[in-house]
Each structure stands twice: as C-alpha cells, then as structure tokens.
C-alpha cells in the first residue's frame, strides 16, 4: 500500500507595496484650505459687485439717454411741422456734443432722413441695425452690438403732433463708458484679490502652526509611549 505525499500549502504571497507619493505637512494643508477659502470668498464678492456695478451704471444711462431722446422730440416736432431742416441740424449737433451719444438720426414720416450726425445720410432713407424691432406708437429702446462703436443702446421716439405722426427720431448711446468703468473696476477687484490672499497666505501660516502644534505635541507623546516611555505627559493648554 502506498503512501500519497502530503500537499504543501501555498505560501501566502505578501501585498505588493504601494509607491507612496509626496505627503504634505498638516500645516501646508491647513494653510492650502484657509488661502483657497479667502480666494474664493474675495473673488465671489468682487464678481457680485462688479455685477451691481453694471446694472447701476447701465440704468442711469439709459435714464439718461431717454431723457436725451425725449427732449430732442420735443424740440424736433415743430422743426418738422415747418420743414426747419437747419434747427432739426442744430438740434442733432448740439446731442452729439455728449461724448457717450454714438448717433442721432430724425427722419419725417415717409422715412426720409432729414436731419442726421452723418451728413452723408440726409435726404436717404432711414436705415435702422438689423433685428432691430420696427418703431410703431410707442418708445423703443434695445441693446445691440455694432464692430465700431461696441454695444449701444438704441432710442426710437416716435414724433406725433396732435395725435398725427410727423416722423421719428433716432438716438444711439454708447455703452463705451460702462465698459471702460468696469475694466477699471476688475483690474481694482484683481489688486484687492492679490492683497487679500497675500493677508491669507499670512494668517494662514501662523493659523495652521497654532492649530497643529498641540498635534505635533500628541503624536509626540505617542511615539514615546510606543518606545515604552510612559513617563509622558502633555499639558492641556487650551479649554476647547
């Protein structure tokens, strides 16, 4: 009778171990989370008040331009009602001596340019930006955007006398001036940033060493115990 040999039992095989990659410091982490969090918090609040900015310095041109609009159409219906091409010239002159009007056109009621900032376009017929909405009884005022002259603000009067259309009138303004205010408010915002994340940087340094030196401490103490020392003791410094 024969004896069958006893199986050897496969040996475990040991884990393979992993490369460990570069480890931060807790104070390098620390001080990573409190910069991220001053970046974030700043730029959030600049990009809402630039936002503000905006919104404010757009509705008081536009205020301001309908006001503009509104008193050329009263100055223009009687010039129109006699044929005063001079004073509806004058009138058109004297707007485009706002440095933020982009153009002023007043047409009679057939289309036929009469008065205009480009003298060129007297006596043609009104051409109006496309996609603009034709002007019917009432106000228009839209925002398009043109390759030289930016994004305007664009305001159609229509001009009635005595509830009888007499012609219309055209005033482009500029929205140049929003933009360069903004520029200048994100360049500001962007200086304000740097220097609030330089202060961050700052605290955060000593933040993060206040924070991980009573960690430091702990682990300290641990190593030594684990060396057999238990001898160790670590003052409580704070109530928290």
């Known amino acids: 009778m024969s004896l069958a040999a006893p199986a050897t039992a496969a040996q475990p095989t040991p884990p393979t171990p992993r490369p460990r990659g570069m480890r931060l410091p807790l104070k390098v982490k620390l001080s990573l989370v409190i910069i991220a969090l001053v970046f974030l918090t700043v730029s959030l ?10 919104l404010t310095l757009t509705a008081e041109m536009t205020k301001r331009g309908l006001t503009i609009a509104e008193n050329l159409s009263a100055g223009a219906k009687s010039s129109l009602l006699a044929s005063d091409e001079l004073t509806l010239n004058v009138l058109v002159k004297d707007a485009m ?85 903004l520029a200048h408010a994100f360049w500001r915002a962007v200086i304000i940033t740097g220097a609030m994340v330089v202060v961050g940087v ?22 030594a115990i684990a060396e057999g020392d238990f001898n160790v003791g670590l003052p409580v410094t704070s109530r928290d």
């Open 45 to 54: 609040v600049s990009a809402f008040l630039i936002r503000q900015e905006q």
């Open 97 to 181: 001596k706002d440095p933020d009007v982009a153009y002023v056109a007043i047409a009679d009621e057939n289309g036929t340019v009469l008065a205009h900032s480009d003298v060129g376009e007297i006596g043609k017929p009104i051409t109006r930006p496309a996609g603009l909405e034709q002007l019917g009884s009432e106000p228009l005022v839209r925002t398009y955007k043109t390759k030289p002259k930016g994004e305007v603000i664009d305001f159609a009067m229509p001009l009635v006398f005595s509830d009888t259309p007499v012609g219309a009138l055209y005033l482009g303004f500029s929205k140049q001036a929003i933009t360069d205010a």
């Open 202 to 223: 700052l605290g955060a340094i000593g933040l993060s060493n206040l924070l991980s030196r009573p960690i430091f401490r702990l682990v300290r103490g641990t190593r």
